[in-house]
C-alpha cells in the first residue's frame, strides 16, 4: 500500500513538474515572439532621424523604398538643425565636397541622379603637383567626371540662387517621398517601455527607431549615450577647409576643370587639394592636427602659389575657414536596442569619401530595419559586417597613407612617380597603372584594398624602380599641362 501510494505520489509530481515546464516554455517562447514583435518595423511604425545630412537622407530615403517593397507605411521624421538654404556657417556641412564617379553610378542605380544645379563643375582630370613639377593626370574613363559640390548653400557671400546644395537636394528628395523634417535641435533621447522619445525645446515624441547621423558632434554623442551606453564614439583629427573666391573667368584660366592635387613633403599633411566649383576654389587639407601655422606653410609653398594669379593676396579672397574634424577610427558598438548610428557617427572612409561611406552605412541600417528589425542582435548580425568591411579597409587605407609619407619625404620615390606619371598619360593606349593608383587614391572611387593590389603589382612595382633609377640619373622629365 505503501509503495503504490509512493508511486502514486512521484506521477502526480512528475506530470505536475512536466506541466509547469511545459507552461513556461510556452511562456518564454511566447515572451520572445513578443519581443521579436515589438523590435520589428511594421505598418505604422515611427523613425526620428537625427540629422539631416548624407547619411541621414540616405537612410529616410532607402527606408520608404523598402517599405513600399514590403507594403507597409511608416513615418519618418528628420531633425535638422541647420538650413541649407543659408550661406555660411549656418548652412555648411564642413566638406570638401567630391562625389567620386563610383559613388554616382550607384546613386543612379537607386534613382538618385544629381542634377545640373547641384553640381558646381565636373572635374575632367586631376593635377598632381610635386617639387619636381606638376602633370596632368586624365579621368581612367573618358565618360566619367567627378563632381564637385557645396554640401551647404556655400560660403558666406554666395549669391547664386539657382543653384541647390548636395545636403539640401538629398532632403528635398526625401520630402518629396513623405519624410517630415523637422527643423529644431534635439535636446535628450530618452528610453521608455514601447520605444524612444525625442525631445526638442517645442516638441516631444515617441519612436519606434532613433538614428543617429550626427556627423561627429560631441554633444549629439552624449545624447545617443544615454540610450545606447555601450556606443563608443569615433576618434578624430583635425582637418582645414577653406573657399577662395576668385569668379568663373580666373578659375577656368587657372584651374580649368581639374583638381589639383599636392605630394608636398610638408609636415602633418597627407593630402592637400584645390577643387574649382562655380565662382569659389575649395582648399581641402588632410592629415593629422592640422594648424593654422601648418596651413601657411603649405599656401605658400612655391608648388601652391604658381596655381593663382601672380601678386594675388589670397588672404583677401578667403570668405570662409574652418578646421572641421574628420574620422580616422571607427566607432564600437554604433547600435542598441531601437538605435542605429551611422556615417561619420559610426564608420567612414579614412581620409577619403565620406559621401560614399555615408551611402553604404545609411543603406545597411535601412535594409536591417526594415528586413531583419530594430534589436541589438539585429543590427549586430546584419548592419555591423558592413562597418567591418569599411574598417578592415581603412586599416588598407592607413597602410597606403604611411607609405605615402615616406614617398612624399623621399626625392627619389617622387621622381620615380613623377616620371612614371607623365610617360603613362604620353601612351594613349597603354596601361596607367601608376596613374589609375593615384587617381582612385585621390577620388576614393576604388576599396584601399584594391589600390594597395595595384600597387603590389610586378608590372607596377618594376616600373616604378625603373623610373626611380631614370629620375635619379636622367634629365628630368617635363610635365603634361
Not at 546613386?107 to 575632367?124: Q, Y
Not at 584660366?253 to 602633418?268: A, I, P, T
Not at 535601412?366 to 568591411?389: I, M, N, W
Request: net charge positive.
Amino acid at each position: 500500500m505503501a509503495v503504490q501510494s509512493i508511486n502514486h505520489f512521484s506521477s502526480s509530481t512528475f506530470l505536475e513538474s512536466f506541466s509547469l515546464t511545459l507552461v513556461l516554455i510556452v511562456k518564454l517562447n511566447l515572451a520572445k515572439v513578443n519581443k521579436n514583435k515589438n523590435f520589428n518595423i511594421g505598418n505604422g511604425s515611427r523613425i526620428a532621424v537625427i540629422g539631416g545630412g548624407p547619411a541621414g537622407s540616405f537612410f529616410a530615403y532607402f527606408a520608404l523604398g523598402f517599405a513600399e517593397q514590403r507594403g507597409i507605411n511608416i513615418h519618418i521624421d528628420i531633425y535638422e538643425a541647420k538650413n541649407f538654404h543659408v550661406a555660411g556657417p549656418a548652412g555648411c556641412n564642413r566638406c570638401g565636397g567630391i562625389v567620386s564617379e563610383s559613388l554616382i553610378q550607384a546613386l543612379s542605380s537607386d534613382g538618385i541622379v544629381l542634377p545640373a544645379n547641384v553640381v558646381r563643375r565636373g572635374i575632367e582630370s586631376y593635377k598632381l603637383h610635386m617639387e619636381q613639377g606638376a602633370t596632368l593626370i586624365e579621368t581612367p574613363l573618358k565618360d566619367q567626371k567627378i563632381a564637385s559640390m557645396f554640401r551647404g548653400f556655400g560660403p558666406l557671400g554666395s549669391e547664386n540662387i539657382d543653384s541647390v546644395s548636395f545636403d539640401n537636394y538629398l532632403l528635398e528628395l526625401c520630402q518629396d517621398k513623405g519624410v517630415h523634417t523637422i527643423y529644431e535641435k534635439v535636446s535628450s533621447l530618452e528610453r521608455n517601455e514601447t520605444g524612444i522619445t525625442v525631445q526638442t525645446k517645442t516638441n516631444s515624441a515617441n519612436y519606434d527607431l532613433v538614428v543617429g547621423s550626427v556627423g561627429l558632434n560631441p554633444r549629439s554623442f552624449s545624447l545617443f549615450k544615454k540610450v545606447a551606453p555601450a556606443f563608443i564614439p569615433p576618434e578624430t583629427t583635425r582637418t582645414y577647409i577653406c573657399e577662395f573666391k576668385l569668379g568663373n573667368e580666373l578659375i577656368n584660366q587657372y584651374f580649368g576643370n581639374s583638381m589639383h592635387v599636392f605630394l608636398l613633403n610638408l609636415k602633418n599633411i597627407k593630402f592637400g587639394a584645390l577643387i574649382p566649383k562655380g565662382q569659389y576654389v575649395t582648399l581641402v587639407l588632410l592629415g593629422k592636427q592640422i594648424t593654422g601655422e601648418i596651413v601657411d606653410s603649405f599656401l605658400y609653398s612655391e608648388a601652391v602659389q604658381r596655381c593663382f594669379p601672380k601678386g594675388l593676396d589670397i588672404d583677401k579672397i578667403m570668405p570662409c575657414q574652418c578646421f572641421p574634424g574628420i574620422n580616422i577610427k571607427n566607432a564600437h558598438y554604433a547600435y542598441s536596442d531601437r538605435v542605429v548610428l551611422i556615417g561619420d557617427s559610426a564608420s567612414s572612409k579614412l581620409y577619403k569619401n565620406g559621401i560614399g561611406a555615408a551611402y553604404i552605412t545609411a543603406k545597411a541600417a535601412a535594409k536591417t530595419a526594415l528586413f531583419s528589425g530594430v534589436s541589438e542582435s539585429d543590427f549586430k548580425r546584419h548592419y555591423q559586417p558592413e562597418c567591418t568591411r569599411l574598417n578592415r579597409d581603412n586599416a588598407i587605407g592607413k597602410f597606403i597613407f604611411w607609405v605615402t609619407t615616406i614617398i612624399q619625404r623621399s626625392s627619389a620615390l617622387k621622381k620615380g612617380i613623377f616620371r612614371m606619371v607623365v610617360n603613362e598619360q604620353k601612351k594613349v593606349n597603354d596601361k596607367r597603372r601608376m596613374s589609375s593608383v593615384l587617381w582612385d587614391t585621390f577620388t576614393g572611387s576604388a576599396p584601399y584594398t584594391d589600390i594597395l593590389r595595384r600597387v603590389l603589382h610586378p608590372a607596377t612595382v618594376m616600373l616604378l624602380l625603373a623610373n626611380t633609377v631614370n629620375g635619379i640619373f636622367k634629365k628630368p622629365e617635363k610635365g603634361t599641362e
